[in-house]
Nanobody, 115 residues
Framework: QVQLVESGGGLVQAGGSLRLSCAAS????????MGWFRQAPGKQRELVAV?????GTTYADSVKGRFVISRDRNTVYLQMNSLTPEDTAVYYC???????????WGQGTQVTVSS
């Protein structure tokens, strides 16, 4: 079973930047897609950005041009720039395994952007 360890959340002022990291406990060869989702209070969890095994990326329209997802072996990063209060949410790392397409979630990390 893949385990995920997230880090990098916190409090930042509008216009600032944060970098989230998520390390998976298993070899990258057992993982297909890695990515980030977020959930704001009273809202459904939504996709932020994902990156697949060959480096293909998908971004939510709301973060295009501001966020960059990258992957190094079994760690996925989310560089968040030009943050706004609307980016405030709990950010969850998600991994899709290669063999069984099992979806695994991290524990979540809080990102708060003050105006």
């Amino acid at each position: 079973q893949v385990q995920l360890v997230e880090s990098g959340g916190g409090l930042v002022q509008a216009g600032g930047s944060l970098r989230l990291s998520c390390a998976a406990s298993q070899s990258t060869f057992s993982i297909n897609r890695m990515g980030w989702f977020r959930q704001a209070p009273g809202k459904q969890r939504e996709l932020v950005a994902v990156i697949n095994l060959v480096g293909g990326t998908t971004y939510a329209d709301s973060v295009k041009g501001r966020f960059v997802i990258s992957r190094d072996r079994n760690t996925v990063y989310l560089q968040m720039n030009s943050l706004t209060p609307e980016d405030t949410a709990v950010y969850y790392c998600n991994v899709l395994t290669l063999a069984t397409a099992t979806s695994i979630w991290g524990q979540g990390t809080q990102v708060t952007v003050s105006s």
